[in-house]
């Protein structure tokens, strides 16, 4: 059954102390949809749902042994980085260690790309680097926008380079404080909606509007 968002915030509170909370329950939600025992075969046919982690273990196994590699748990980490995270079959399904590993992917990332670019932008290709290890498929595959989405941000277009620069081994004290200030941003306020269609100016107006915002949706990246 999958964890309640109230739940989830509590285990990032207690097992991700450096990452924001709301952050964490975003990128879980993403992930896993808070199911703790979720398995993702990565080019292979789905599993049925686990109900336990042994279960889940066993079949992660299986699949690993016939060369797929498998992402685990709340926070969806990949087989093939258990052993540099110091997970194993027993401790990876564990909801707080699991979402400990989250955590330090993620900063991680962060630190390795937060040099020369503003925090809001280095967050958001951590978050690319999360789901792709790329610096950028994350935000073409549309994974960041899912991510900012469920923190509950109107998320802004963002440009971004693929310089890197070398990852501070140190885990960034600023983490914490601007995933918070991502999660306060205010939502860009809706449109009015539009004028009745006797008023023939102001519907014009606002269908030229309508038509330029659509045509500056498209060029964005």
Known sequence: ?????????????????????????????TESSGEPFALNVNGGRQPARQSNAGDAAATARRFVA??????????????????????????????????????RVLTTNYNAVSAGRDPQTALRVALSMYNTGSQTRGFRNGYVAKVVGNAGIADRRVS????????????????????????????VP??????????????????????????????SI
């Open 160 to 187: 971004y380079t693929t310089t890197a620069s070398q990852p501070i081994e140190e885990t960034s004290g600023e983490l914490q404080t601007i995933i918070v200030v991502e999660n306060a941003a205010q939502q």
């Open 66 to 103: 016939s060369g797929y590699s498998v992402d685990l748990g709340l926070g969806q980490i990949n087989s093939r980085n258990m052993r540099w995270l110091g997970l194993t079959w027993e401790t990876v399904f564990d909801p707080c260690t699991n979402v400990a590993a989250l955590a």
């Open 190 to 219: 809706p449109r009015p909606a539009p004028p009745p269609r006797w008023n023939l100016f102001e519907r014009a107006a606002y269908e030229r509007e309508t038509k330029t915002l659509a045509e500056n949706e498209r060029g």
């Open 1 to 29: 059954m999958a964890y309640s968002a109230a739940t989830l915030l509590a285990l990032a509170s207690q097992c991700a102390p450096s990452v924001a909370p709301e952050t964490v329950l975003a990128i879980i939600q």
